[in-house]
């Protein structure tokens, strides 16, 4: 039997804002009490791991020795068939990081582009499927955890459409749609996102 976090807090071990809100948004309706890592002052961890499980354990033991709180990591990326899988686990490492307007972040234009250069180099009939992977990680500071996978299976478009969401949401035309996930609303990407996959899971298991 899996140990539950009950009504707690939960410590969110993400320092990208984007994930932050979508994971607080699918946690909302379980009264559990939210803390980001970063509000904590946590360090955000390398992540020396060659899978997202890895990476997701890496992420969220850390967020739990150093807050004393069970923590909750997401490591997700997208994987493209005609590229062997890459970018993978390495997902937000292609996008440099860069300052915008007094704040550090990450050029996604750049990372969408590279992977459509890729995409490019290999003709117009290149297959353009993808997936996006999320991994979750529940880790307790006494060394207990779980683990939840999800995915979303779509295909790349160019030139990048949409404004909402976050990272390669652009570019990435769900299954059956024929909008990207920057053009869906965020009610209905957590119906059929990577993240809403992975969070069923964890849901039925740590809430049912
Ligand atoms: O490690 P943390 O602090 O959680 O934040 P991160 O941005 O570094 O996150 P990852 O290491 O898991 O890298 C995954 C990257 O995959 C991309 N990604 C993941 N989920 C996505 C989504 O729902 N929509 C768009 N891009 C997504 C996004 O660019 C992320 O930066
Ligand atoms: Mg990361």
């Not at 994987?79 to 996008?95: F, K, M």
């Amino acid at each position: 039997m899996t140990r539950r976090i009950g009504s707690g807090k939960l410590v969110i071990a993400t320092h990208n804002a984007g994930k932050l809100k979508e994971i607080s948004a699918l946690l909302a309706p379980y009264g559990v009490e939210c803390i980001s890592a970063g509000a904590l002052g946590l360090p955000e961890p390398e992540e020396t791991g060659t899978t997202f499980v890895e990476n997701a354990l890496i992420k969220a033991r850390a967020a739990a020795q150093g807050s004393g709180i069970v923590s909750l990591a997401d490591d997700s990326g997208l994987s493209v068939a005609a590229l062997d899988g890459r970018p993978g686990v390495y997902t937000a490492d292609w996008a440099e990081r860069q300052w915008f307007e007094g704040e550090p972040g990450r050029d996604w234009y750049m990372a969408m582009g590279k992977v459509e250069g890729l995409l490019a180099q290999q003709g117009p009939d290149v297959d353009r499927s993808a997936a996006f992977h999320c991994t979750l990680a529940l880790a307790w500071p006494d060394g207990e955890y779980a683990v939840y996978e999800g995915i979303a299976p779509g295909s790349l478009t160019w030139p990048p459409r949409g404004q909402l969401g976050f990272g390669y949401d652009p570019v990435f035309v769900p299954k059956g749609r024929e909008q990207t996930f920057a053009e869906i609303d965020s009610a209905e990407k957590h119906t059929i996102s990577h993240r809403a996959d992975a969070f069923a899971k964890l849901v039925a298991e740590q809430f049912g």
